[in-house]
């Protein structure tokens, strides 16, 4: 099958996210402007690059996520290793803004150490980021995106211990990492598995 952007497809379920996969989650924990604490997965996350060491998230609408590292000039991104899926799947819930996900989900914080706001503990590694830019891309129409993109730089880098090799090398096997997919779908070490986001 072939379809246009502009013509659609005739799935019953938009393919997109299936095909750009898998992806890895981006597990942010920011701080609203009055210091309540804030965390929330987002399915487009990445690096941009390592010279400086940068990475992005992208938030559909301004959710708030982005509103607080906006607002602060600062989020961090917390590794999600399969051991912690139903906690991050839980931080997922719509929340009314402000309440906190750490306490909804049964995480504790852990003080950021170039940043104000935390990191989860427990996760293998997280990286404290300064907001350097925010944009939002223009559609072939000159519109605006709905999307919001978010670079940060990294200002500081936790590994767990437990997750360095003898060789020095973060053991990403032993971390176990899980990525995002399309539809409920997810993929880890032990293959595709589902996971209905909660109401």
């Given at each position: ?135 939002t891309p223009q559609t072939l129409s000159g519109e605006p995106s709905s999307y919001t993109i978010l670079v940060g730089q990294v200002t500081g880098t936790f590994i ?20 995002r997919a399309g539809y409920r779908d997810y993929f880890g070490d032990g293959g595709l598995f589902e996971m209905e986001r909660p109401g």
């Amino acid at each position: 099958m072939f379809y246009t952007a502009e013509e659609g497809h005739s799935l019953p379920f938009n393919p997109f996210k299936a095909i750009v996969a898998p992806r890895p989650i981006g597990w942010i924990s920011t701080l609203t402007k009055d210091g309540a604490a804030n965390l929330a997965p987002y399915s487009f996350f990445n690096g941009v690059g390592d010279a400086p060491e940068m990475v992005m998230f992208a938030s559909g609408g301004m959710k708030d996520s982005a509103r607080n590292a906006i607002d602060t000039g600062e989020f961090t991104f917390n590794f999600v290793g399969r051991a912690m899926k139903d906690a991050m799947n839980a931080s997922s819930a719509s929340l009314p803004y402000g309440e906190d996900e750490f306490d909804h989900a049964g995480l504790t914080k852990a003080a950021g150490a170039t940043v104000a706001c935390p990191r989860v503990q427990g996760a293998a590694a997280a990286m404290e980021c300064k907001l350097v830019e925010t944009l939002t891309p223009q559609t072939l129409s000159g519109e605006p995106s709905s999307y919001t993109i978010l670079v940060g730089q990294v200002t500081g880098t936790f590994i767990d211990d437990a997750f360095v090799t003898e060789g020095g090398r973060f053991d990403i096997a032993k971390a176990d990492p899980i990525m995002r997919a399309g539809y409920r779908d997810y993929f880890g070490d032990g293959g595709l598995f589902e996971m209905e986001r909660p109401g």
